[in-house]
C-alpha cells in the first residue's frame, strides 16, 4: 500500500474550474425529473456562500452509469453545484433515482449520495440525501438503520413546493445542534 | 474497507481560522459499502471529457500567458500502486503574479493577465500519466494572520472509479520558503506533507523551452 495525496481545501476559487453541472436531466433521460436545493450552513447558523455540492446518483432504474460505453449513457448520474454567493442556495435539476440494492439483496431506499466541501473545509464531508415521501422504504433501509433515529432526519430532503414537478430541500448543518450526519466508508 | 484518515489534514485546525465553523463536532458514521460506494463518477465524466491541457495558449487570445513556463507530469495511482488510466485531472490557478481570474475582490494589486485563464484539464493515459502545461503561479497574500502569505500552488481536483476516491487537493513546489509558514499546508500531518510537493525533474524540462517538475497522485477508494 502507498499513502493517498493530502487532501486541501477547496478555497475561494474553484468556481473557475469547478462550476455548475447541475442540469441532469434531458429530453431522452427516464423518471420523475425532481429538482433538489438548499443551502449549507456554518457553526453560527450562517450560510456557507461559497460551498461545493457534488451528487453520484442511480438512474430511474436504480442502476449506475459506472461506464458509458463510448460515452452515449443519458444519464451521468453526476452533478456539480456552487452555492449562489448572495442567497447560498445550490440545486440540481434531475430524477428520482430508483432503487439499488444493498449486499444482503434488499433494495435501498432511494438515495443520492452527496459530496460537500468549501473554503474552510480541509476535506470534503460524505453524506447521502433520502426523500421524506418514502417513509416506509427509509425505515427498512440498511444504511439509514445505522444511523441513530434522533438523527436520521438531517439527511430527509422534504418537499419544499410543488411547482411542474417536485421541489425537494436539502440543507447541509457542518457544525452544530443539527449537524447533518455525515459517513465514513 | 474503513480508510485511514491519518494521512489527512483535520476539519478543524485553528490556525487556518475559516476551519473553525465549518468543521463537524459530531464522529463521521462508518458504513458499509453499498454499490452507491463502490461505484462513483470518475469514469464516466472522463469518458465525457476532453484535455485542454495547455494553460499557456488556452485562453484563446492567440498570445501566450506570461510568466515562467513549466510543465507538470507525474501519474495517478490507486493505494495499491497500480495506475489510474483515463482518469479527469481538473485544475485551477494564480496567474504569475499571484493573482487569480475571478469575480471575487482582492486587495492585493497584482495584475492580471489577460492571456492567462488559470483553468484546465487533462486526462491520464493507458499508464496513469498526465502532462500539462503551464505558468507557475505566484505567491499572493491572504487575510488568515498578520502578513499571510500563501506558497505558489496549484488547485487539482480529481474524481476517480469511487464516490470515497473523490480528492482536491494542491500541488505545491519543492524549496518554496513559503511551505514552512503556511497553515493549510501544515494542517496535513508531517508525514504526508511531502505528497503534495512536486519535485523539480530535469528529464522532465524541454530544452530552450518550459521547466520540469514531477508528481504523481495517490487516490483511495
Given at each position: 500500500m502507498i499513502g493517498p495525496t493530502p487532501s486541501q481545501t477547496v478555497g475561494p476559487y474553484f468556481t473557475m474550474k469547478l462550476s455548475n453541472n447541475n442540469v441532469l436531466i434531458g429530453p431522452a433521460v427516464e423518471g420523475e425529473p425532481i429538482r433538489i436545493e438548499g443551502r449549507v450552513f456554518d457553526g453560527d447558523g450562517a450560510f456557507v456562500e461559497d460551498a461545493l455540492v457534488e451528487i453520484w446518483q442511480a438512474d430511474a432504474a436504480g442502476?449506475?452509469?459506472?461506464?458509458?460505453?463510448?460515452?452515449?449513457?443519458?444519464?451521468?448520474g453526476f452533478g456539480r453545484a456552487e452555492s449562489d454567493p448572495t442567497t447560498g442556495t445550490y440545486w440540481f435539476e434531475t430524477i428520482k433515482p430508483g432503487r439499488v440494492p444493498d449486499p444482503e439483496g434488499e433494495l435501498q431506499a432511494p438515495h443520492v449520495s452527496v459530496i460537500v466541501q468549501a473554503r474552510g473545509m480541509l476535506r470534503p464531508v460524505f453524506t447521502r440525501l433520502y426523500f421524506s415521501d418514502e417513509m416506509e422504504a427509509n425505515d427498512a433501509d440498511l444504511i439509514l438503520r445505522m444511523v441513530p433515529p434522533e438523527r436520521r432526519s438531517t439527511l430527509l430532503a422534504s418537499v419544499a413546493r410543488v411547482e411542474d414537478r417536485k421541489v425537494y430541500q436539502f440543507d447541509v448543518r457542518l457544525q452544530g445542534d443539527e449537524e447533518t450526519v455525515f459517513f465514513d466508508f | 474497507m474503513t480508510t485511514d484518515l491519518s494521512d489527512h489534514p483535520p476539519f478543524?485546525?485553528?490556525?487556518?481560522?475559516?476551519?473553525i465553523k465549518r468543521s463537524p463536532d459530531m464522529k463521521m458514521i462508518e458504513i458499509i459499502r453499498t454499490l452507491t460506494e463502490e461505484t462513483g463518477p470518475g469514469p464516466i465524466v472522463a469518458d465525457l471529457s476532453s484535455e485542454d491541457a495547455d494553460l499557456t495558449t488556452n485562453a484563446g487570445t492567440g498570445a501566450a500567458a506570461i510568466g515562467e513556463r513549466i510543465i507538470v507530469t507525474g501519474k495517478v495511482l490507486d493505494t495499491y500502486g497500480g495506475p489510474l488510466p483515463k482518469t479527469l485531472i481538473e485544475i485551477w490557478q494564480a496567474n504569475?503574479?499571484?493573482?487569480?481570474?475571478?469575480?471575487r475582490e482582492t486587495e492585493f494589486p497584482a495584475p492580471l493577465d489577460p492571456?492567462?485563464?488559470g483553468a484546465g484539464q487533462c486526462l491520464t493515459d493507458d499508464e496513469g500519466i498526465y502532462r500539462f502545461t503551464t505558468i507557475k503561479p505566484g505567491p499572493y497574500p491572504w487575510g488568515n494572520h498578520a502578513n499571510a502569505w500563501r506558497p505558489s500552488h496549484i488547485h487539482l481536483s480529481l474524481l476517480g472509479p469511487r464516490v470515497r476516491s473523490r480528492l482536491v487537493t494542491q500541488m505545491y513546489f519543492e524549496g518554496d520558503p513559503l511551505l514552512a509558514l503556511d497553515p493549510i499546508f501544515n494542517a496535513v500531518p508531517e508525514h504526508s506533507r511531502s505528497r503534495m510537493v512536486a519535485r523539480y525533474d530535469h528529464q522532465v524540462t524541454v530544452p530552450n523551452w518550459a521547466l520540469g517538475w514531477r508528481w504523481d497522485i495517490v487516490l483511495e477508494g
Open positions: 442502476e449506475y452509469a459506472v461506464s458509458a460505453g463510448a460515452g452515449t449513457a443519458k444519464f451521468t | 478543524r485546525y485553528p490556525d487556518y481560522r475559516s476551519t504569475a503574479s499571484g493573482r487569480y481570474t475571478h469575480w492571456n492567462f485563464l
